[in-house]
T-cell receptor, first 113, second 115 residues
Framework: DGGITQSPKYLFRKEGQNVTLSCEQNLNHDAMYWYRQDPGQGLRLIYYSQIVNDFQKGDIAEGYSVSREKKESFPLTVTSAQKNPTAFYLC????????????FGSGTQLSVL | AQSVTQLDSQVPVFEEAPVELRCNYSSSVSVYLFWYVQYPNQGLQLLLKYLSGSTLVKSINGFEAEFNKSQTSFHLRKPSVHISDTAEYFCAVSDQDSSASKIIFGSGTRLSIRP
């Protein structure tokens, strides 16, 4: 089945630790996105990528990093510089950036120990 | 840069009553507009979208939204809601400028239906 897979479903981070959230899609989509969902704040854009080997910062990129070495993969690293990382993280993809509907993964809940 | 404002964080309505969920956006260029829905314990899914043409767009489950350029709004309406419409609804915007293809979401409106 085609889709977008996020792993792990739950992740715990210790102080000063970097953690990486996985996002893989087999939909052959060019565009991929990372959002952070907090209660009452909706979805806030962290990073997005229109095509392989290219990505841009979203509205809340500080403390996060990404890579797009392969079309199907867009991992997100939450660095120790992100002081409030506890949130639900959603990855999404679309055939073309901006005008097509987003296909969402099931999300990763990150918590700080 | 574009932004989206959803004025109501929660909207309680009685079953079979009409509902309007408000969405206003700001952008310096023409936009694409979307409504997404998140049912309890489910992922986000597209409800409807406006790309161009007719300003009134409709979903398969009775929702509709109208693009109003002068008021920079894209309000979502349904004439008669059902219990199954209980969900959180998110408005989203994307600039038509091809060099700025990010999709920005509003803070969401939680629709609760009372029997």
């Amino acid at each position: 089945d085609g889709g977008i897979t996020q792993s792990p479903k739950y992740l715990f981070r210790k102080e000063g630790q970097n953690v990486t959230l996985s996002c893989e899609q087999n939909l052959n989509h060019d565009a991929m996105y990372w959002y952070r969902q907090d209660p009452g704040q909706g979805l806030r854009l962290i990073y997005y990528s229109q095509i392989v080997n290219d990505f841009q910062k979203g509205d809340i990129a500080e403390g996060y990093s990404v890579s797009r070495e392969k079309k199907e993969s867009f991992p997100l690293t939450v660095t120790s510089a992100q002081k409030n990382p506890t949130a639900f993280y959603l990855c999404a993809s679309s055939p073309v950036a901006g005008r097509e509907k987003l296909f969402f993964g099931s999300g990763t809940q990150l918590s700080v120990l | 840069a574009q932004s989206v404002t959803q004025l109501d964080s929660q909207v309680p309505v009685f079953e079979e009553a009409p509902v309007e969920l408000r969405c206003n956006y700001s952008s310096s260029v023409s936009v694409y507009l979307f409504w997404y829905v998140q049912y309890p314990n489910q992922g986000l899914q597209l409800l409807l979208k406006y790309l161009s043409g007719s300003t009134l767009v409709k979903s398969i489950n009775g929702f509709e939204a109208e693009f109003n350029k002068s008021q920079t709004s894209f309000h979502l309406r349904k004439p008669s809601v059902h219990i199954s419409d209980t969900a959180e609804y998110f408005c989203a915007v994307s600039d038509q400028d091809s060099s700025a293809s990010k999709i920005i979401f509003g803070s969401g409106t939680r629709l609760s239906i009372r029997p």
